[in-house]
């Protein structure tokens, strides 16, 4: 209890004489704790990379099943396995494959950061600064020790000099070695400090090691990831080319016709022969609208890849192919040729009109002209039927004619593409007109110019 006593007045005394008393630490000591707070705070801020580790376990195994891209991958194949045969099962079933993959590669990357990276700088620099605050504490006590003997010896000094005898200088002797031997301990002790910081920052080498294995592994693991998914790229793209199963509205027609590999559109072809077969003498076929539900529900039907139309009634059938046009990205007449069509439909003279419409027929892409020319040539058939349908060559081209070809919006000015509507409507319903009464000379596979005009052309 005395001896902590005298320790709190040394202590005391210590504040009190501060000025007069040697400094604890030099310039290089100063600069040396620096340098070590460093490392330490660096190798904190290492540290919490644990915080990004997400499995656990004392086995590869164990550890692996802690880690969400592994155990969703499992989930994924054991879901494909109990699936029907098809699109989704194959790419499910080889992206859960490739998932847990990818898992295993995060696992061994973790274990190998938490036991090679983080543990180890942790146990590094946990070991080195037992050392050095060891040294420093040891320091600063003989700093104290050093202080109060000086102290010492000054009062002892200060009291002969006032009593102006000359007594005790065995005992001021005695004082005056204690501090010798005091000092002699605080420079050890301050030396001591030193070494052990220098060991640390001899070291510095060994931390920084760590550091560039954290980086190779890292490295190591994101290749691994990346080769692991880009070898599974190409076989998700031949799987999924393999399969028509894709939406089908919206679709440009060229890439639609190379999926189905046909020469007409899936929901022309389909719509009309079901239309053909039992409704060609329906009353309103293309005018009277069906409900939106069904429409939406059979347009539902071809994107899922189901082409069978029985169930449905002829007005929807009807409704969707002009939909399925409509929904083009590019209308089948093409965007580039708008004007050109218009031009030739505003022709008075019914010969001139037909050779420009032929001309500009000409620039469509095979598809395109494929396509047109197999829509017409039902509409031909259609006519035949008009007493009964009440839709003659005119009430049809009304109907499709917007479906067909329709003018590109402006980015710039997006209600431009509604100035003169009425006129192009017009001409949009005389250009069709007239291709479904001369459909036979128009679609004939003359490759000419200027081929023979027929005898009777349409007013």
Not at 75 to 93: R, T
Not at 175 to 186: C, T, V
């Amino acid at each position: 209890m005395a001896q902590v006593l005298n320790r709190f007045r040394q202590q005391l005394r210590e504040v009190v004489m501060r000025e007069g008393k040697s400094d604890e630490l030099t310039q290089n000591l100063v600069e040396f704790e620096k340098r070590i707070e460093c490392i330490r705070n660096g190798c904190a801020a290492v540290k919490k990379l644990s915080n990004t580790i997400l499995g656990s376990g004392s086995t590869p195994e164990k550890y692996q099943r802690k880690i969400p891209q592994f155990s969703a991958g499992q989930a994924m194949v054991e879901s494909a396995d109990n699936m029907e045969e098809g699109l989704f099962k194959d790419v499910l079933k080889m992206v859960g494959s490739t998932q847990t993959d990818v898992g295993a590669q995060l696992a061994n990357y973790e274990m190998e950061l938490s036991e090679n990276v983080i543990t180890a700088l942790t146990d590094m620099i946990e070991e080195d600064m037992k050392k050095v605050d060891k040294s420093r504490k040891k320091l600063s006590s003989a700093r104290l020790d050093m202080d109060a003997a000086l102290n010492r010896v000054e009062n002892m000094e200060k009291t002969l000099e006032k009593a102006q005898r000359e007594l005790n200088f065995g005992k001021l002797e005695a004082l005056k070695a204690e501090a010798d031997e005091a000092s002699r301990k605080f420079y050890t002790c301050q030396d001591a400090y030193a070494t052990d910081m220098l060991t640390v920052l001899s070291r510095e080498r060994d931390y920084v090691e760590k550091l560039a294995h954290l980086v190779k592994i890292q490295l190591a693991y994101h290749k691994q990831a990346v080769t692991s998914l880009d070898s599974l790229l190409p076989h998700l793209e031949k799987r999924m080319n393999e399969t028509q199963e894709r939406p089908v509205f919206g679709c440009p027609l060229e890439e639609h016709l190379k999926v189905c590999k046909q020469d007409i559109a899936v929901v022309l072809s389909t719509c009309t022969t079901a239309l053909r077969d039992k409704w060609m003498d329906t009353e309103g076929l293309f005018r009277l609208a069906a409900g939106a539900a069904k429409i939406k529900y059979l347009k539902s039907s071809f994107d899922a890849g189901q082409k069978d139309v029985s169930d449905h009634d002829p007005h929807t059938i009807a409704g969707c192919i002009k939909m399925y046009l409509r929904e083009l990205p590019e209308p089948l007449l093409k965007f580039e040729l708008y004007s050109e069509w218009l031009k030739a439909a505003g022709i008075g003279d019914s010969n001139e009109r037909l050779q420009a419409i032929w001309k500009v027929k000409q620039k469509l892409p095979k598809q395109n002209l494929d396509n047109l020319k197999y829509l017409i040539m039902f509409c031909k058939e259609l006519v035949q039927h008009s007493e009964a349908t009440k839709m003659g060559a005119s009430n049809i081209a009304i109907v499709i004619g917007p479906n067909l070809l329709w003018q590109k919006e402006n980015e710039d000015d997006p209600g431009s593409v509604f100035s003169g509507l009425m006129v192009d409507t017009a001409m949009q319903t005389r250009l069709v007109e007239t291709m479904i009464e001369c459909c036979d000379w128009l679609f004939q596979d003359s490759q000419d110019e200027n081929p023979p005009t027929p005898t009777t052309p349409p007013s």
